[in-house]
């Protein structure tokens, strides 16, 4: 069963507008960590974000915000005023305690700001 | 801190020869690393674990003879790409633990392999 779900294939946004990209993950475990990084045509991940299980607090940095929320096992991403940057692809991935911290990936939201 | 290398970058190679791809962390000690392999287009499947003087464990469907990884120092991790076939060519992605129960994962930047 796929762990983590990004059933968001591809979007593409006009500069400027706001978009979120949906990640719904599943896991028995109590103790956990949720990331999203962006991997840009270089290929090259770049770590954004890493949430733990027990903080279910919001974060903003910048124009990013995420929104977690264990009652529906989701860990959605927001980028607002997009920009034609922010293109790449987004994945977002779990890390169970009880597996070895070991990751699992989303299939990824490809991402496309039109300028 | 807590960076990753991998060489080469990207590296093409004939039908039926070896190729090896080094993973390297540079400012800390790596008990655990990770290999990755990602087609276009599609996410990151984790082929294999390796713990620093101990036999990696793949995953299900990965070939251990054709992807020889060894992990024989805390900062260095080899795979070894055996008798490469073109359905061999993809992005291939380590990743570097610090301890054996961190959560952290750090990624090196890829390795892109290419069989003609």
């Known amino acids: 069963a796929q762990k983590v779900t990004q059933a968001q294939t591809e979007i593409s946004v006009v500069e400027k507008e706001d978009v979120t990209l949906d990640c719904v993950y599943e896991t028995r475990d109590t103790t956990y960590y949720l990331f999203w990084y962006k991997q840009p045509p270089s290929g090259e991940l770049v770590f954004l974000i890493r949430r733990n299980s027990f903080d279910e607090q919001n974060e903003i940095s910048g124009r990013y915000s995420w929104n977690f929320q264990k009652s529906t096992s989701s860990f959605n991403f927001t980028i607002t005023a997009s920009q034609v940057v922010d293109s790449a692809v987004y994945f977002c991935a779990l890390s169970e305690v009880n597996t070895g911290n070991q990751f699992y990936f989303g299939t990824g939201t490809s991402l496309t700001v039109i300028p | 801190g807590a960076v990753v290398s991998q060489h080469p970058s990207w590296v093409i190679c004939k039908s039926g020869t070896s190729v090896k791809i080094e993973c390297r962390s540079l400012?800390?000690?790596?008990?655990?690393m990770f290999w990755y392999r990602q087609f276009p287009k599609q996410s990151l499947m984790l082929m294999a674990t390796?713990?620093?003087?101990?036999?990696?464990?793949?995953e299900q469907g990965v070939e251990k003879d054709k992807f020889l990884i060894n992990h024989a120092s805390l900062t260095l991790s080899t795979l070894t790409v055996t008798s490469a076939h073109p359905e061999d060519s993809s992005f291939y992605i380590c990743?570097?633990?610090?301890?054996?129960?961190?959560?952290?994962?750090?990624f090196g930047p890829g390795t892109r392999l290419t069989v003609t």
């Open positions: 990743s570097a633990r610090r301890g054996a129960l961190s959560y952290e994962q750090y």
């Open positions: 400012d800390f000690q790596a008990t655990t």
């Open positions: 390796s713990n620093e003087g101990s036999k990696a464990t793949y």
